[in-house]
């Protein structure tokens, strides 16, 4: 399955290692997924890191190198306006050029939308479920 990460499963992973972010990362490593992701994305999970939980540019550095060597990195060629948080279209993009599967989110407003262009969209704990 492909799929796309929230960068909030991202920054959880990497502020709460042995949670359910951090398993749902291992998924992907254990080859069950494809983990689709985008520079906008990649660019949002590194600020974050950076401003909200004082990383420094060593460590930024090895998050960036592991994610571009874990995902497939896509070039959205179009802009979404579907929610009212930019970043959140950033996920919906990446997912629809990458022909995604699924969207795992702890995102209310993008969980709402439960499907995009036939694209599901789950919870973090959803999509945990699905490996047992």
């Known amino acids: 399955m492909r799929v796309v990460f929230d960068s909030n499963i991202y920054i959880s992973a990497f502020t709460l290692p042995?949670?359910?972010?951090?398993k749902a990362l291992c998924r992907i490593l254990d080859g069950f997924d494809s983990l689709l992701i985008?520079?906008?994305?990649?660019?949002?999970?590194?600020s974050t890191l950076a401003n909200k939980f004082s990383r420094d540019?060593?460590?930024l550095s090895q998050v960036a190198v592991t994610l571009v060597e874990l995902a497939e990195v896509v070039r959205p060629e179009r802009t979404l306006k579907v929610l009212a948080d930019d970043p959140d279209n950033r996920i919906l993009e990446c997912a629809e050029k990458g022909g995604a599967d699924c969207i795992v989110t702890g995102d209310k407003a993008i969980l709402n939308l439960e499907q995009y262009r036939g694209i599901r969209i789950v919870s973090l704990r959803e999509y945990l479920s699905w490996n047992e």
């Open 57 to 59: 540019r060593e460590a």
């Open 38 to 46: 985008s520079k906008p994305i990649l660019d949002e999970v590194l």
């Open 18 to 22: 042995g949670r359910q972010a951090d």
